[in-house]
């Protein structure tokens, strides 16, 4: 079954300042590792780096109008900034995963199981 982990974190603006560089260079690092243990497992299938939260638009139906409005729809203090592919034999394999990803030390990774075919 596939799995989708999506990743959420503070802005980068809420990093010190002169951590900043240091600590988003080593996270990306040890997601890089983290991703080659998952094609070395063999249960990676995609990933997506999203562009900031400013480049966002959302879109909506409102009174029978489509509105295109700029950023997300709800304000945070997580963003999300993309998401990962998995297909594993079950829950509890997605989630072992999940729990060793880098990205648990300063953000979420939320996991959520593809919908079922046929429903």
Known sequence: MKYALLFYSPPHTEIPEG?????????????????????????????????????????????????????PFAETKEILGGLLILECDSLEDALGWARRCPLNGIGTVELRPEWPPGT
């Open 19 to 71: 951590a900043r560089e240091a600590t988003i260079g080593n996270m990306l690092e040890a997601m890089g590792r983290w991703i080659g243990d998952l094609e070395q497992a063999g249960v990676f299938r995609s990933t997506l780096r999203l562009a900031p939260v400013e480049a966002a638009r959302s879109v909506r139906r409102e009174a029978g109008e489509v509105l295109v409005t700029d950023g």
